[in-house]
C-alpha cells in the first residue's frame, strides 16, 4: 500500500533563516506531488505540484522554492524566511499519469516564523 | 477560475444527530470532480466522500451522503448518526476533469464540533 511521509511535525524558526521540509511516498513509482499551504482562516492554497523529477510548477509567486531530487522526494525550501511564511504545510500525492481525481495527505508540518 | 464557498464557519449538532454543511462553487467546466475533506484535530486531511459531476446519482459512504445540484452549483455533505470522532474541520474541494488537472481548489473550511 502507498504511504505518504512530511517532516518535521512542528517547527518553529526565526525570520531570515532558511527552511527545509520534506516530503517522501512509499509504494509507488512516479507520483504526482504537491505542497500546499493552509493559513488561518483560509482554505487550502497550491504552492507547487510535480509531475516528474525536474519537473515542477509554482502556482504562487512567493519566498519559496520546491525541488524533487528524486523520484518519490518532494521538499519545500526557502533561503530567508518572512513572518508571513508562518502556517500549515501538507504535502500530497495523487496517482502518476493521471488528473488528480484525489490527492492523499501527508500530516503537515506547522510552520512557526518568530 | 474556480471558486468554492463553504459560507458555515462554525457548525455544531447533537451525538446521534444528522447535520449538513453547505458547499457551493462556481466553474464554467462541464466535467468535474468534488470531494469532501475532513480534517480532524491531529491535521490529518481524510477524503470523505467523491462525488463525479456527470453522475446523476448523489454518492454515499456510510454515514456519509450528499446533495449534488449541479444546476445550482451546490454540494452539501450529510452526516447522519453524529460521533464524537466527526469533530473536525470539513473541507469542500474541486477539481476540474482534464488534461493538466494539478489544482485541487478548496473552500476555507466549516468546523463541525459534535456535542455528548
Known amino acids: 500500500s502507498q504511504t505518504i511521509h512530511q517532516w518535521p511535525a512542528t517547527l518553529v524558526q526565526p525570520v531570515g533563516s532558511p527552511l527545509s521540509l520534506e516530503c517522501t511516498v512509499e509504494?509507488?513509482?512516479?507520483?504526482?506531488l504537491y505542497w500546499y499551504r493552509q493559513a488561518a482562516g483560509r482554505g487550502l492554497q497550491l504552492l507547487f505540484y510535480?509531475?516528474?523529477?525536474?519537473?515542477i510548477s509554482s502556482e504562487v509567486p512567493q519566498n519559496l522554492s520546491a525541488s524533487r531530487p528524486q523520484d518519490r522526494q518532494f521538499i519545500l525550501s526557502s533561503k530567508k524566511l518572512l513572518l508571513s511564511d508562518s502556517g500549515f504545510y501538507l504535502c500530497?500525492?495523487?496517482?502518476?499519469?493521471?488528473?488528480?481525481?484525489?490527492?492523499?495527505f501527508g500530516q503537515g508540518t506547522r510552520l512557526t516564523v518568530v | 477560475a474556480q471558486t468554492v464557498t463553504q459560507s458555515q464557519p462554525e457548525m455544531s449538532v447533537q451525538e446521534a444527530e444528522t447535520v449538513t454543511l453547505s458547499c457551493t462553487y462556481d466553474?464554467?467546466?462541464?466535467?468535474?470532480?468534488l470531494f469532501w475533506y475532513k480534517q480532524p484535530p491531529s491535521r490529518q486531511m481524510i477524503l470523505v466522500i467523491r462525488?463525479?459531476?456527470?453522475k446523476q446519482q448523489n454518492a454515499t459512504e456510510n454515514r456519509f451522503s450528499v446533495n449534488f445540484q449541479k444546476a445550482a452549483k451546490s454540494f452539501s455533505l450529510k452526516i447522519s448518526d453524529s460521533q464524537l470522532g466527526d469533530t473536525a474541520m470539513y473541507f469542500c474541494?474541486?477539481?476540474?476533469w482534464g488534461a493538466g488537472s494539478y489544482q485541487l481548489t478548496f473552500g476555507k473550511g466549516t468546523k463541525l464540533s459534535v456535542i455528548p
Open positions: 462525488q463525479e459531476a456527470y
Open positions: 500530497a500525492w495523487s496517482v502518476p499519469g493521471r488528473t488528480i481525481a484525489e490527492a492523499f
Open positions: 474541494a474541486f477539481t476540474h
Open positions: 466553474t464554467s467546466e462541464n466535467n468535474y470532480y
Open positions: 509504494g509507488t513509482s512516479n507520483p504526482n
Open positions: 510535480s509531475i516528474g523529477i525536474d519537473q
